[in-house]
């Protein structure tokens, strides 16, 4: 922030040394130096986008809807979505048709995301990614293209379907080739979001910024100020519990010297990862969360979980691993798995909601999608695909709906339709992506 200006714009940033620190929307502050521009219409705030993901698909038989908005009959898996009825599509019956009939787990996820016919062995080649399609439309206009997060390190090798499994643990991909880096330690997630780098960077983000942030806060009006304070206090909260993780990554880092591997080879908790993964998915949250309310980013994936998990969930009480866990897909305990990451969706969304941009918020301004690569774990099935779409995307996206393609036909139920739609709705004007040529009917 330049303090011998006589003007601010919404692209001003606070920063210190070794950190940047972007803003929220403050009413009081035009974009671009224009006072005429400060009360911008709704159109005017960023579109964003993040898909969620779940290895290994759900409950099927908890996982329904019934009518529509405010009224809207959720199932027991379903339930901590209801607050958010009136924003909630629940789509059933999609298919990706990529993803059938190669076999089980890194044919069913690695194209997810882009609908592309995966190779077998040792060279990949699958397709990029949707979320990495809008990465690039928005590129330029943002600081960082996309945020790719995840809550469980990769595996390597290859599958008994001589796929890698590298498809299994990445569901965002640059090219044909790559996978682009995910990042699984909540630290370092962190730091990215404020540019924290440098001898400094274990010290406080906002201790850096303060004098800036004061400066700011007697320039912006009493509901800015109000709105900055509530913004720097979340991002204090935040960085408080960053930094607990943060001092498990260095002992990771030392015990991994000692061993002459790298950490994120061992297991957790040695790995430097949080052990109680309830942390470690609000912190990805959050931090998507903040980027997209600074306007830091307006794509994100987040892998909760990847295909053939081994994540455990002793607070939910069960017993097994995940990927066995799923293969008992009609069991309580796997309802419980399930219900407890429609939780993660509920917690981003939840968050978003409170985040006021003019007369909207940016979970009104956003799409939130949570998908799986399956049906159901213990058939392997992904005839159909669970995807709950969370936010009116800037209000191109009509919300409160149940959307049922079982029925339609093949042609009518597919995956990349739903994907060309979204993307078109978000200026991306693609003929064709994956296997669609078409938008989703309906939508």
Not at 73 to 98: D, H, M, W
Not at 122 to 149: C, K, N
Not at 256 to 282: C, S, V, Y
Request: hydrophobic residues 35%.
């Amino acid at each position: 922030m330049d303090s011998q200006s006589n003007k601010i714009s919404r692209r001003t940033l606070l920063k210190g040394v070794g950190v940047t620190m972007a803003l929220p929307w403050l009413e009081s502050i035009p974009v671009g130096g224009s006072e005429t521009a400060s009360r911008a219409s709704p159109s005017a705030h960023p579109q964003r986008f993040a898909a969620l993901f779940m290895g290994n698909g759900i409950s099927p038989k908890n996982w329904w809807a019934k009518g529509s908005g405010s009224d809207m009959q959720l199932s027991k898996s379903l339930e901590p979505l209801t607050p958010l009825r009136p924003r909630l599509n629940v789509i059933s019956g999609l298919f990706n048709k990529a993803a059938t009939g190669v076999g089980i787990h890194p044919g069913q996820t690695g194209n997810l995301l882009s609908g592309a016919a995966l190779q077998k062995g040792a060279v990949l080649r699958g397709g990029v990614s949707m979320d990495q399609v809008l990465a690039a439309r928005f590129g330029e206009e943002t600081a960082q293209p996309s945020l790719v997060l995840g809550c469980e390190q990769p595996i390597t090798g290859y599958h008994e379907t001589n796929f890698s499994m590298a498809y299994s643990s990445h569901i965002s991909w640059q090219d044909a080739n790559s996978p682009v880096p995910m990042e699984v330690y909540p630290s370092l997630a962190f730091d990215s979001l404020f540019d924290n780098q440098g001898s400094r960077r274990t010290l406080s983000i906002l201790d850096r910024v303060k004098e800036q942030a004061a400066m700011l806060e007697r320039r912006v009006s009493h509901a800015d100020r109000a709105k900055l304070d509530e913004y720097l206090t979340s991002v204090r909260e935040v960085e408080k519990r960053i930094e607990r993780t943060r001092a498990a990554k260095t002992r990771a880092e030392d015990r991994a010297r000692d061993r002459g591997r790298p950490a994120l080879t061992m297991r957790r908790p040695d790995n430097g990862l949080p052990e109680d993964i309830r942390e470690h998915m609000r912190l990805m949250g959050d931090i998507i969360a903040l980027a997209f309310q600074t306007d830091k980013t307006r794509v994100a994936t987040l892998l909760l979980c990847r295909d053939l998990s081994g994540l455990f969930y002793p607070f939910l009480g069960v017993r097994t691993a995940h990927h066995p866990t799923s293969h008992e897909d009609q069991s309580d305990a796997y309802e419980r798995v399930t219900r407890y990451y429609v939780s993660q969706l509920a917690y981003l969304a939840g968050r978003l909601a409170t985040m006021p941009e003019g007369d909207t918020t940016v979970l009104d301004n956003s799409c939130l999608m949570f998908i799986s690569n399956m049906w159901s774990g213990s058939q392997h099935d992904s005839g159909k695909l669970p995807v709950l779409l969370v936010g009116g995307l800037g209000g191109t996206l009509a919300t409160g709906r149940v959307l049922d393609y079982t029925r339609r036909g093949d042609e009518n139920r597919k995956l990349c339709s739903l994907y060309l739609s979204l993307m078109k709705r978000m200026g991306v004007n693609a003929e064709q992506f994956g296997d669609a040529t078409t938008q989703l009917a309906g939508l």
